[in-house]
């Protein structure tokens, strides 16, 4: 889809949702009403109506049948532009991770003493924190960082991460992301935060780029596949005692990044779960 030309794409599992929708920690709200109805995984993207892709997206839905013998079928719907611009911010509200509030610019919340304040407005973005995998990461923010920290952000997305390391004191940010719109988002979401003079935002590919820099906490919420790739690097930027911040990683790829940092250097100190996704606290050996 995103070859296609599709300015965004959404994954819906109804199977991972209905097994949340046991737990008490659900909010039925968070997503959309009809996810639960599908037995099936649904892979949602944005066309203009104008837009003629049905002949070379059915050659290469032939091909993914052939490649998994997965039998697939095209939905086609009409939506209006408020529809997906505007109508999604219902489903999403303040809400709490230890002392960070992550709040929607376009929501008001009155901060405690002890609360810190995140405000975010994703846009077209990854991370508005109420995926695992951002939550993961932003648990081990809150746990970890005392202050006064150089950091690097992998991946940044919206920028929430480092808005949340910024705002738990550390004394320097380097965000980078390869999506031009994620840089964007993330640079705006850092100046409604006032936090231009402690996050900087790049365009490039992290893994190209980071024996360039230096830090004592490395964030990556990505994909276990980039993860891997990123450790090596991370354990030559990274001084012993420092930390590396996993997130994003499907539980079935587990077992390559634990070895991949095991082999570089790192003691896995902590791991999260949640359905499929695991985050992980490592500490540079």
Sequence with gaps: FNKLGS????????????????????LADS?????LDYKFVIVKAYFPEDTNILDELKSR???????????????????????????????????????LVIKPSWEDYQLQASEVLIEIDPGM??????????RFCLKFIDQYIKGGEKIIDAGCGSGILSIGAARLGAARI????VDDVAVKIARENIKLNQLENIIEVRTGDITE??????????????????INLLIPGAAKVLAPGGYF?????????????????????????????????????????
Excluded at 9 to 24: F, H, L
Excluded at 62 to 81: G, L
Aim: glycine share 8%; aromatic share 10%; charged share 30%.
């Design 174 to 177: 380097t965000a980078m992301d």
């Design 7 to 26: 300015g965004g794409v959404i994954i819906e599992d109804p199977q991972a949702a209905g097994r949340y929708d046991k737990k008490d920690i659900w």
């Design 209 to 226: 780029k980071i024996e360039h820099l230096q830090a004592d906490i490395i964030l990556a919420n990505i994909t276990a596949d980039i």
């Design 31 to 35: 997503v959309a009403p009809d996810v």
């Design 125 to 134: 973005a990854f991370g508005t924190g109420i995926h695992a995998s951002t």
């Design 61 to 99: 839905l032939e091909s993914v049948q052939q490649t998994f013998n997965m039998p697939c079928k095209v939905i086609i719907n009409e939506v209006k532009n408020e529809d997906w611009e505007e109508s999604w911010k219902e489903y999403y509200h303040t809400f709490k991770i230890g002392r």
């Design 245 to 285: 911040f996993g997130s994003g990683i499907i539980d079935s790829c587990w077992p390559g990044v634990k070895k991949q940092l095991e082999e570089n250097g790192f003691e896995i100190e902590r791991i999260l779960k949640d359905t499929d996704w695991i985050g992980v606290a490592a500490r540079k050996i």
